[in-house]
């Protein structure tokens, strides 16, 4: 074996007397899964980092689309190795197996990464570097000289990753075929180092063959088992896990780890503040990692998220990106941030949504090479240190929605940082298979982003949050989504209570809220479209032309406007007796159903149409009743805010979890219908 670079020698000899320990471990999919594979291995070593519209080539950092991809699942031995034939050329710089470089150096006191490759026959490997602005370079070229005796071995520093950056590999095969048999990235371990363990926290509701499933793909997971202590699954359904058929096998490959605690349904947050009060408590884990139970998992990543958590220079949060489970290579977001004027979460800036690494691989994706700083993670894979858990308390009791956004805000603002990990991942459902702000969970989305804008925003009176909260109502009135304003409304006067009513109605309030939204027409889906009567409109459309959106902010006004006194006109006889539209669901925006009358509206999930009809009385209600408990809510904010804010440790702490907890017992559940 040569190299192309000098080495130097005092660094060598130090590094020859640390011990190292490997936290990334280069991976391949299972069963050569050919939608994963992208995720995995580049086979397109002719496509470089280029800015797409940058006349010079250089890497600007926006993105650029790489096209022809091609995918060869019979590369791919197993888990760990890989075959590569004569005169072929493959690169690792892909989102599980090259290593987040910057990550590191940003969140650890680590500086040097140790790369180490095993295979046999004649091949070249060459060792790149990204800077943050996705241009690669070139760090070292290795020849192996075939027999497989004595492992490719780099050291590699990490000191000029401040702003973004990762370290990747590309194996080359000479004349022969060449076979992988394993790589992996390691660092050195510092004095009186001591590897930290985990539990497991999944909560459940009437999914027991995917928890199950999962309960599996742990038990079968040798690695995992030697950090794992518990797998704590809370089941909050009426079809019980332990029922399922596989569980008494996944049970058998846990043995002790697992434990199945079941309650009535209390949320995710109710389900995850119970994994972490059962962590705690039990003292054995340095990390709870929370986890969806209807998830695909990459083991790997989990075995990440600890490594990388040990490792940090103080307890930190440890996340994982989200994927698409019905397009597997497209990923939810990079990263996760809070708009503190307007109080809402999304994507943090500089990245994109939805995107598709079998189109643009890591290499191609120059944005992808900044380092993301995020507020917080999502709770389909979250890594939390039992240290913050004791110091900061539980989830907050708000059943679901912003449970996961409040904690990483509620985290920051005692000192304590979140990290989503690049490389640690999930494969989960995605968000535009339906759209939860208008159906039960419009009343949490409302009330929980209420909540956690009072106890945290830092402007006057939320910032432009209440008055956005206010439009939405418009934008739900204007499309005849009666049931949505209902619940959001009641959740404005739920707020208006004060905090006391969150732990005293998460068992509850859910039945309540289905009760509430079972009364109005636009909540009542059929699947089967001859249950309605047959569209028809009386009138045809002014000059034959159908709704459109406005195109600039006073034509937005004047149609708004429009609308508005559209619905204080009666409404048409033929619009009760028959849908005037159907409309899908993609299409159900305000400005198209504010000109009918009634119209059939598609459920975004597909399975059904439900029949909307303007109602000008109910639209006068639930109008003059948001601006009411707006105003009240803004003349008392300092007050509620102050309330909350004095409120939060008591509501999130450990006592007040055991007396819902004890109040909401599988055998005594303190809410009806469950969700």
């Given at each position: 074996?040569?190299?192309?670079?000098?080495?130097?020698?005092?660094?060598?000899r130090?590094?020859?007397?640390?011990?190292?320990?490997?936290?990334?471990r280069?991976?391949f999919p299972e069963?050569?899964?050919?939608?994963?594979?992208p995720?995995?291995?580049?086979?397109?070593?002719s496509?470089?980092?280029?800015?797409?519209?940058s006349?010079?080539?250089?890497?600007?950092?926006?993105?650029?689309?790489?096209?022809g991809?091609?995918?060869?699942?019979?590369?791919?031995l197993?888990?760990?190795?890989?075959?590569l034939?004569?005169?072929?050329?493959?690169?690792?710089g892909?989102?599980f197996n090259?290593?987040?470089a910057?990550y590191?150096?940003?969140?650890?006191?680590?500086?040097t990464?140790r790369?180490t490759?095993?295979?046999?026959?004649?091949?070249?490997?060459v060792?790149y570097?990204s800077s943050s602005?996705?241009?690669?370079n070139?760090v070292?070229?290795?020849r192996?000289?075939?027999?497989?005796?004595?492992p490719?071995?780099?050291?590699?520093p990490i000191?000029?990753?401040?702003?973004?950056?990762?370290?990747?590999?590309?194996?080359?095969a000479?004349?022969?075929?060449?076979?992988?048999t394993k790589?992996?990235w390691?660092?050195?371990?510092p004095?009186?180092?001591?590897?930290?363990?985990l539990s497991?926290?999944?909560t459940?509701?009437?999914?027991?063959?995917?928890?199950?499933?999962n309960l599996?793909i742990?038990?079968a997971?040798?690695?995992?088992l030697d950090?794992?202590d518990?797998?704590?699954?809370?089941?909050?359904g009426?079809q019980?896990?332990?029922?399922?058929?596989?569980?008494?096998?996944a049970?058998?490959?846990l043995g002790?780890?697992l434990a199945?605690?079941?309650?009535?349904n209390?949320?995710g947050s109710g389900?995850?503040a119970?994994?972490?009060?059962e962590t705690?408590?039990d003292?054995r884990?340095?990390?709870?990692?929370?986890?969806?139970?209807?998830?695909?998992?990459?083991?790997?990543?989990?075995?990440?998220?600890v490594q990388f958590?040990?490792?940090?220079?103080?307890?930190?949060?440890v996340?994982?990106h989200?994927?698409n489970l019905?397009?597997?290579?497209?990923?939810?977001?990079?990263g996760?941030?809070?708009?503190?004027?307007?109080?809402?979460?999304?994507g943090?800036a500089?990245t994109?949504?939805a995107?598709?690494?079998?189109?643009?691989?890591?290499r191609?994706?120059?944005?992808?090479?900044r380092?993301i700083?995020v507020d917080?993670?999502?709770?389909?894979?979250?890594?939390?240190p039992?240290?913050?858990?004791?110091?900061?308390?539980?989830?907050?009791?708000?059943?679901?929605?912003?449970?996961?956004?409040?904690?990483?805000?509620r985290?920051?603002s005692h000192?304590?940082?979140?990290?989503?990990?690049?490389?640690?991942?999930?494969?989960?459902m995605?968000?535009?298979?339906?759209?939860?702000t208008?159906?039960?969970?419009?009343y949490?989305?409302?009330?929980?982003?209420?909540?956690a804008?009072?106890?945290y925003?830092?402007y006057?009176r939320g910032?432009?949050m209440?008055k956005?909260?206010f439009?939405?109502?418009?934008r739900?009135l204007?499309?005849?989504q009666?049931s949505a304003?209902?619940?959001r409304?009641?959740?404005?006067?739920?707020?208006?209570?004060?905090?006391d009513?969150?732990?005293?109605?998460?068992?509850?309030k859910?039945g309540?809220?289905?009760?509430?939204r079972?009364q109005?027409?636009?909540?009542?889906v059929?699947?089967?479209?001859v249950d309605?009567?047959?569209?028809k409109?009386?009138?045809?459309?002014r000059?034959?032309k159908g709704?459109?959106?406005?195109?600039?902010?006073?034509?937005?006004?004047?149609k708004?406007l429009a609308?508005?006194v559209?619905?204080?006109k009666?409404?048409?006889?033929s619009a009760?007796?028959?849908p005037e539209?159907?409309?899908?669901?993609?299409?159900?925006?305000w400005?198209?159903?504010?000109?009918?009358?009634s119209a059939?509206?598609?459920?975004?999930?597909g399975t059904?149409a439900?029949?909307?009809?303007?109602?000008a009385e109910k639209?006068?209600?639930?109008?003059?009743?948001?601006?009411?408990?707006?105003?009240?809510?803004?003349l008392?904010?300092?007050?509620?805010?102050?309330?909350?804010q004095?409120?939060?440790?008591q509501?999130?702490?450990?006592?007040a979890?055991?007396?819902?907890?004890?109040?909401?017992?599988p055998?005594?559940?303190?809410?009806?219908?469950?969700?």
């Amino acid at each position: 074996m040569s190299t192309t670079v000098k080495a130097d020698t005092k660094k060598t000899r130090s590094a020859q007397d640390m011990k190292w320990k490997t936290v990334h471990r280069v991976v391949f999919p299972e069963a050569a899964d050919i939608d994963t594979m992208p995720l995995y291995v580049d086979f397109n070593n002719s496509q470089r980092v280029v800015e797409a519209d940058s006349p010079s080539g250089a890497a600007s950092g926006t993105g650029a689309i790489a096209t022809g991809a091609e995918v060869h699942p019979d590369y791919v031995l197993d888990r760990r190795s890989l075959s590569l034939p004569a005169h072929e050329r493959v690169s690792l710089g892909t989102y599980f197996n090259a290593f987040p470089a910057s990550y590191w150096q940003a969140h650890t006191a680590v500086r040097t990464v140790r790369l180490t490759i095993e295979l046999t026959g004649e091949a070249t490997v060459v060792v790149y570097r990204s800077s943050s602005r996705g241009a690669a370079n070139r760090v070292s070229s290795m020849r192996a000289d075939g027999t497989g005796s004595t492992p490719v071995v780099v050291d590699l520093p990490i000191t000029n990753f401040g702003d973004g950056g990762w370290y990747w590999f590309d194996l080359a095969a000479h004349g022969s075929a060449v076979r992988l048999t394993k790589a992996e990235w390691s660092v050195p371990e510092p004095d009186g180092f001591e590897a930290g363990t985990l539990s497991i926290a999944v909560t459940t509701f009437n999914r027991p063959d995917y928890c199950v499933r999962n309960l599996g793909i742990l038990g079968a997971s040798t690695e995992l088992l030697d950090v794992l202590d518990r797998v704590i699954v809370t089941d909050q359904g009426t079809q019980k896990v332990r029922d399922e058929p596989g569980i008494d096998e996944a049970t058998s490959a846990l043995g002790d780890r697992l434990a199945i605690v079941e309650q009535a349904n209390l949320g995710g947050s109710g389900g995850f503040a119970r994994g972490m009060l059962e962590t705690v408590e039990d003292g054995r884990s340095r990390y709870v990692m929370l986890l969806d139970d209807d998830v695909e998992m990459e083991t790997e990543g989990i075995l990440r998220a600890v490594q990388f958590a040990d490792f940090t220079r103080n307890p930190t949060i440890v996340g994982g990106h989200m994927f698409n489970l019905f397009e597997r290579s497209v990923m939810h977001n990079f990263g996760e941030a809070v708009q503190q004027y307007r109080f809402t979460y999304g994507g943090t800036a500089n990245t994109r949504e939805a995107h598709d690494f079998a189109s643009s691989n890591l290499r191609t994706t120059p944005w992808m090479h900044r380092r993301i700083d995020v507020d917080y993670n999502g709770w389909w894979m979250c890594l939390i240190p039992t240290r913050i858990i004791k110091e900061i308390g539980l989830a907050l009791p708000v059943f679901i929605k912003w449970d996961d956004v409040e904690y990483g805000i509620r985290a920051k603002s005692h000192g304590f940082t979140t990290v989503t990990l690049p490389g640690a991942a999930v494969w989960h459902m995605p968000w535009t298979e339906k759209d939860d702000t208008i159906d039960w969970q419009a009343y949490y989305h409302q009330r929980n982003r209420w909540v956690a804008t009072m106890i945290y925003s830092p402007y006057k009176r939320g910032g432009r949050m209440p008055k956005e909260s206010f439009a939405v109502d418009v934008r739900h009135l204007l499309s005849m989504q009666y049931s949505a304003v209902e619940l959001r409304l009641q959740a404005l006067a739920d707020v208006l209570e004060g905090p006391d009513h969150l732990h005293r109605t998460i068992g509850t309030k859910l039945g309540e809220v289905r009760a509430t939204r079972a009364q109005f027409d636009d909540a009542r889906v059929s699947k089967d479209l001859v249950d309605f009567p047959p569209v028809k409109r009386s009138k045809p459309p002014r000059k034959g032309k159908g709704a459109t959106p406005a195109r600039t902010r006073p034509a937005a006004v004047v149609k708004l406007l429009a609308s508005a006194v559209h619905q204080l006109k009666p409404v048409a006889e033929s619009a009760v007796r028959n849908p005037e539209e159907h409309v899908a669901a993609m299409d159900a925006r305000w400005w198209r159903l504010a000109q009918l009358d009634s119209a059939l509206v598609t459920s975004s999930d597909g399975t059904g149409a439900s029949w909307h009809k303007r109602d000008a009385e109910k639209v006068r209600e639930l109008a003059l009743r948001s601006a009411d408990l707006h105003r009240r809510l803004l003349l008392n904010w300092s007050e509620l805010a102050e309330q909350y804010q004095k409120a939060l440790p008591q509501f999130t702490s450990q006592e007040a979890w055991k007396q819902t907890f004890a109040v909401n017992g599988p055998d005594n559940p303190a809410g009806g219908t469950k969700e």
